[in-house]
């Protein structure tokens, strides 16, 4: 998940959060059809036709017909996995397909929709009790009962759902219950037609030896002796490694596990590949490692093992803190209208500070200034595009807001404002050749980050496409919408909006009256590309877009920039349906509330910032940001709503905690990076360094 932000004129009109680090996105685009997937399907009939042909005719042994039918059930099973995780392509209608057609093959008493809930329900639940994470049933047990547990595995399958099928839905029972049915009938037609050997060599024997085979290398060598680990995905399962020329093919790529459950809609043959992409990011988790005949290595010792290092103790070095930032005086060129409470402020930044602004879509600037007598720090995305040279944010009047109401009314062009370069990490840098399918959903002035880098991605990737959820009140208050329109129309296509108006007397919910004819095909066709609809976007309507045209295996990359129900709502739909973390980035309208000190005597305090280090008493509860500026240290801030990051420091001695620290990652977190604004010491004593 990449960040998390915060708007409000109480914390800072952006505050941001981003990920848990260290869980990379491979960007492995998924192919409108795996063909790779395709043809196991179609090598898998072949085998099985020949197999069968040999089985009724009495023409082979059964040393060679028994093995070949299992290695159908064993093939067939990953074209139903893949299809499971919509892994077998981009088009719906494939993936059920091919899940069906495979089913048979694998277990024909079984329905596809029933294995998908069941594996489904392994991933979300991986390596608890049986009861919850159904193929724990391969691992769990004396040693002597596994090869029995894996011979039975569909038993437990069977046990598992039929615990669960009241709350399952009518039409995956329905379907169940007919492949059942279908099954028993066929196979006592077959008996009753004097057909019972072939049937119990032909398909109920291998297709015993293939399940247990498929528990033992699915379930058991991946996750045995691991324990629960719902909330670390990395050490749920391992990577076995070496033989790599045998295990892969052999395995059909499962040897790299643990990729397929971090990254489930990547195609099995990927799976090597993303490890080898992001290898130095699993190894920095330690994820679980063994070799191909079961030794278990840690992340030195593979590195050792590969020679990626020079010894066992040589780690890849850590990315250094970066150094504070200090505001730079920008002077504003133009102060311009943009919608009904909103406008746009541009910046004039001088040739020896063109490197020091550069920004990647999707960043933010904070920007300070005297209001009233008093400074006034806040967070504003930036909304223009690093190939335009422009520097611009958007500011939307808040009621209340010092800022906002300065900005829409007396700020004006030849003003100076206190600028620190700019910052966050939500972000998606323009690559030149990939496709990318993107999702954006945006409220309010949400849009502001999306709009820089839907532009940037769009123009800079020909072959990306996206699609943008725009909710507001009213067409009078939408920030950029003639702009939008005009992208929709220029990328012809590559960029559909749907706009959602809670207002429903809003004109743009009217029919449009077409009153004179298209002068270009193009123009005709733009219409298109901007759709309305009244009310608001909830749980219901997302759903139902997941289902259709925005299926989660569809899309690449997530962004989400609203207020919190918003974006709590849609990053809890998505994680039902099982979109990875790491696909999700994500901006609030909402910081944390002020933390409130006593006025006891507290910890002292050394901080260090600007190169100046003085040592300072606090109170019991009092942040050291708190601290730091009641007694004048000179303290990089923003938000103080622990989201924004401006305020990130190390601590050198001493501990202490916060409640949140949305921008910071568990990773940084555990390396001693704190959010001052949220953190209070738990020691008598703290040393903290802003330039570390």
């Known amino acids: 998940m990449t960040v998390a932000a915060t708007r409000s004129e109480d914390t800072g009109d952006l505050a941001e959060r981003p990920p848990s680090r260290g869980l990379p996105n491979p960007r492995i685009p998924l192919p409108v059809v795996s063909v790779p997937t395709v043809l196991l399907f179609i090598g898998g009939i072949m085998v099985w036709a020949g197999a069968t042909g040999l089985v009724v005719n009495d023409a082979g042994p059964l040393w060679v017909t028994i093995p070949l039918h299992a290695l159908v059930t064993f093939t067939m099973f990953t074209v139903l996995h893949e299809s499971t995780h919509h892994a077998a392509g ?56 596994l090869p029995l547990r894996w011979l039975t595995i569909d038993f437990w399958y069977a046990r598992f759902y039929l615990a669960r099928q009241r709350i399952r839905p009518r039409a995956e029972r329905l379907e169940t219950a007919a492949m059942v049915t279908l099954s028993l009938a066929a196979f006592t037609w077959l008996i009753a037609t004097g057909h019972g050997w072939e049937l119990l060599v032909g398909y109920l024997i291998p297709q015993r030896l293939g399940l247990a085979v498929l528990a033992w290398w699915f379930d058991w060598l991946p996750h045995h002796d691991l324990g629960e680990r719902r909330q670390d995905r990395f050490g749920a399962t391992r990577v076995r490694v070496g033989l790599e020329w045998l295990m892969t093919p052999i395995m059909l790529c499962q040897n790299y596990h643990l990729v397929h459950h971090l990254h489930p809609a990547i195609p099995f043959y990927r799976y090597l590949r993303a490890w080898n992409d992001n290898r130095d990011a699993y190894l920095a988790r330690d994820v679980p490692i063994a070799t191909a005949w079961g030794r278990g290595l840690t992340s030195s010792e593979y590195r050792e093992w590969r020679q990626l290092t020079g010894s066992f103790a040589e780690e890849p070095p850590l990315p250094q803190p970066r150094e504070p930032s200090r505001f730079h005086s920008l002077r504003v060129s133009e102060v311009r209208p943009l919608c ?47 190939d335009s040279g422009i520097l611009r944010i958007a500011i939307k009047h808040q009621l209340g807001g010092a800022f906002s109401t300065f900005a829409n009314t007396e700020l004006a062009a030849g003003d100076v404002l206190e600028v620190l370069p700019p910052d966050g990490a939500f972000t998606l840098p323009p690559e030149n050749g990939r496709s990318g399918r993107y999702v954006a959903l945006a409220a309010g002035s949400g849009i502001t980050p ?37 992208l929709a129309a220029r990328l012809a296509g590559r960029l559909h909006i749907v706009h959602y108006r809670t207002d429903e007397r809003d004109p743009d919910l009217r029919t449009q009256r077409i009153g004179k004819p298209f002068d270009t095909v193009g123009e005709a066709l733009a219409i298109s590309h901007e759709r309305y609809q009244r009310g608001r976007l909830d749980g219901t309507r997302l759903r139902a877009l997941l289902q259709a045209r925005l299926h989660p295996a569809k899309v690449d990359d997530w962004f989400l920039c609203g207020p919190r129900d918003l974006v709590d709502m849609a990053r809890q739909t998505l994680a039902d349906k099982d979109v990875p973390d790491e696909n999700v980035h994500y901006e609030l309208f909402q910081g ?7 006025w006891h005597p507290g910890p002292v305090l050394t901080v260090t910032a600007g190169g100046k280090t003085a040592e300072i008493p606090a109170t019991v509860g009092e942040t050291v940001l708190g601290a730091a500026l009641r007694h004048g240290v000179d303290a990089p801030y923003a938000c103080v709503g622990g989201a924004c990051g401006t305020c990130r420091a190390t601590v050198v001695r001493g501990t202490a905690r916060m409640d949140v620290h949305y921008a910071l990652g568990d990773e940084e977190v555990a390396a001693g990076r704190i959010l001052t604004c949220r953190a209070v010491a738990t020691t008598p004593e703290l040393t903290v360094d802003y330039d570390r």
């Open 90 to 145: 981009q088009l719906t209608w494939v993936n059920e397909l091919l899940g069906r057609l495979a089913m048979p093959f694998v277990a024909s008493y079984g329905s596809f929709p029933l294995v998908r809930y069941i594996h489904l329900e392994h991933h979300r639940n991986t390596n608890e009790d049986a009861h919850t994470d159904p193929d724990a049933w391969t691992a769990h047990g004396p040693g002597w009962q």
């Open 340 to 386: 009904e409470g909103a406008v746009t402020v541009t910046f004039d930044v001088p040739e020896r500070l063109r490197e020091t602004f550069r920004f990647t879509p999707g960043q933010h600037l904070v920007v300070r200034a005297e209001v009233d007598r008093e400074e006034v720090r806040r967070a504003y995305s930036i909304c223009s595009t690093p």
């Open 450 to 486: 999306i709009l820089s880098i839907l532009t940037s991605t769009l123009l800079a990737e020909p072959h990306s496409k996206a699609t943008l959820l725009f909710v507001n009140t009213s067409g009078a208050g939408t920030m950029f919408a003639a702009e939008l329109g005009a």
């Open 592 to 598: 944390a509330l002020p933390v409130r000190p006593s």
